[in-house]
């Protein structure tokens, strides 16, 4: 799992790279564009989707191995709930990847920024919910959820403003 998602967090980091390249002139823009592409499927193929069958695999053999226990419990369905989620999270980068390849990606480094931060608000809940169980309230949750989003925008926000007053 922990593989799964550094690889999510580090495609996204490629793919912004990838759209900034697109400020160069050639033939660094091309240069950086072709590193950056290999740079994307080695680390898709060969570490983020191996990494997400195995975690997909392992999760299902433990909710086999335990179903009366697993199936019954709120947090689980829950946690499976955002799991899919970034299951289709997972397709949709690998989407991106395949516009990075024909060079037709029309995202900002902005947006992908912001892209980036879903794997992250995801990360936050599946631990959380796993760590907590029901253990928790759910309106304590939720808060907390969504103020882990509110920060995150508020963080993104800071940033793109240093960024602009550094150039």
């Known amino acids: 799992m922990v593989s799964w998602f550094a690889g999510l967090f580090y495609?996204?980091?490629?793919?912004?790279?990838?759209?900034?390249?697109?400020?160069q002139e050639e033939p660094k823009k091309s240069i950086l564009q072709e590193q950056f592409e290999i740079m994307q499927k080695r680390l898709w193929w060969i570490i983020t989707t191996p990494a997400m069958i195995l975690t997909v695999?392992?999760?299902?053999?433990?909710?086999?191995?335990?179903?009366?226990?697993?199936?019954?419990?709120?947090w689980m369905h829950m946690k499976l709930g955002f799991v899919g989620i970034l299951l289709i999270y997972h397709f949709y980068c690998q989407k991106m990847?395949?516009?990075?390849?024909?060079?037709?990606?029309?995202?900002?480094?902005?947006?992908?920024?912001?892209?980036?931060?879903l794997a992250t608000l995801l990360l936050v809940a599946i631990v959380f919910l796993v760590s907590m169980k029901n253990s928790l309230n759910w309106?304590?949750?939720?808060?907390?959820?969504?103020?882990?989003?509110?920060?995150?925008?508020?963080?993104?926000?800071?940033?793109?403003k240093l960024r602009k007053t550094r150039h």
Do not use: H
């Open 57 to 74: 695999v392992f999760g299902t053999i433990m909710i086999i191995d335990q179903p009366e226990y697993y199936l019954s419990q709120p």
């Open 97 to 117: 990847m395949k516009q990075c390849q024909r060079r037709s990606i029309r995202w900002t480094s902005g947006k992908l920024r912001l892209w980036n931060e």
């Open 11 to 23: 495609i996204v980091r490629l793919f912004i790279y990838f759209v900034e390249a697109n400020e």
């Open 139 to 160: 309106i304590y949750g939720t808060l907390g959820f969504f103020g882990v989003a509110i920060l995150l925008m508020i963080g993104i926000q800071f940033y793109k």
